[in-house]
C-alpha cells in the first residue's frame, strides 16, 4: 500500500497542561486523491481569552460537538497512525503533545517543518507559518487552492493553517531538493526535523542580541553556567553551547 503523508494542526484551548484541542485539521495525501478533515470539539476546560483572541473560537462553536476522541476525524487518524505514513506538522511538539492527551501515539515518520526551515531559511528573522505565507507569496496561491478543496483559509484555524503548509511544503521540498540534490527530500526532512540547529545569537537575557561566539570569546563561564544551572535549557542552545565551547 502506497504511504500516505498527512498534514496536520490543532487549535486549542490554551498552552497550558490542563488545556485541550478544540479543532482538528488535516489533509492526506496520496498518489490519487487528497482526503480533508476539519472538526470542532467540545471540552470541559473553558477556552482562554488569549487563545479565543488568535483563533476565534467561541465557546458557542463548540456547542453540540464531540469530544476529540469520540470524532471521525480523531478516529481516522488513528486508522492512518502507522510506520508506513508521514505526518507534517508545523512545530510538531506542541501539536503531538496535545494529541497524546486525547491518548494518539505517534507511529507516523515525523516532519517538522518548523525546524525544517529554521535549517533551511536560516538567516530569516521568524519562521512562522504565517511569515513563509507572506515572505514566500504563497497568498497568492492559496485561494484558488481552497476553492478546488472546498475550504475556506483564515490565519490561525486549523484547516486554514493545514491549506497553507500544504502549499509551504511543496516550497520547502524544493529548497531541500537544491540543497541536497542526490538525497530523497522527504528522508532529508525527516533527518532535518532530528537534528540539533545552531542557534547564532541570543534573543533574551544580558547578552541578547550578541552572538554565541561573542560571549564564548568573552565570557565563556557565562555558558558554562548556562549548562549546568539553568533547568529546561533548550536541546539546541545546549547544542550550540557546546557546539562554541568546542566540548
Not at 521540498?173 to 547564532?200: C, R
Request: contains cysteine; charged residues 25%; aromatic residues 10%.
Amino acid at each position: 500500500m502506497a504511504a500516505k503523508y498527512i498534514i496536520l494542526d490543532t487549535e486549542t484551548t490554551g498552552t497550558e497542561q490542563n488545556d485541550r484541542i478544540i479543532q482538528l485539521g488535516f489533509m492526506v495525501l496520496d498518489a490519487r486523491d487528497i482526503e480533508v478533515h476539519n472538526d470542532f470539539f467540545s471540552t470541559s476546560v473553558p477556552i482562554g481569552i488569549r487563545a479565543m483572541e488568535t483563533h476565534g473560537i467561541t465557546p458557542e462553536m463548540l456547542e453540540g460537538r464531540p469530544l476529540c476522541k469520540d470524532s471521525f476525524s480523531y478516529k481516522r487518524l488513528l486508522e492512518l497512525n502507522n510506520s508506513e505514513n508521514f505526518l507534517i506538522i508545523h512545530n510538531a511538539p506542541f501539536d503531538l503533545g496535545m494529541l497524546q492527551k486525547e491518548g494518539f501515539e505517534p507511529q507516523m515518520k515525523v516532519i517538522d517543518t518548523l525546524r525544517v526551515a529554521k535549517h533551511i531559511y536560516c538567516n530569516e528573522e521568524a519562521h512562522r507559518l504565517q511569515y513563509f505565507r507572506y515572505k514566500l507569496g504563497i497568498y497568492k496561491e492559496e485561494e484558488s487552492e481552497a476553492t478546488k478543496l472546498g475550504i475556506t483559509i483564515k490565519a490561525h484555524d486549523a484547516i486554514g493553517d493545514v491549506l497553507v503548509l500544504k502549499l509551504f511544503l511543496t516550497k520547502l521540498k524544493n529548497e531541500v531538493l537544491k540543497l541536497f540534490p542526490a538525497q530523497n527530500s522527504i528522508e532529508k526532512m525527516i533527518e532535518l526535523t532530528n537534528t540539533p540547529i545552531f542557534i547564532k545569537s541570543f534573543t533574551f537575557g544580558k547578552y541578547k542580541g550578541k552572538t554565541l561566539e561573542e560571549v564564548a570569546s568573552s565570557d565563556a563561564a557565562y555558558l558554562r553556567w548556562m549548562l549546568g544551572g539553568m533547568e529546561n535549557l533548550d536541546e539546541d542552545m545546549k547544542y550550540s553551547i557546546n557546539r562554541v565551547l568546542g566540548i
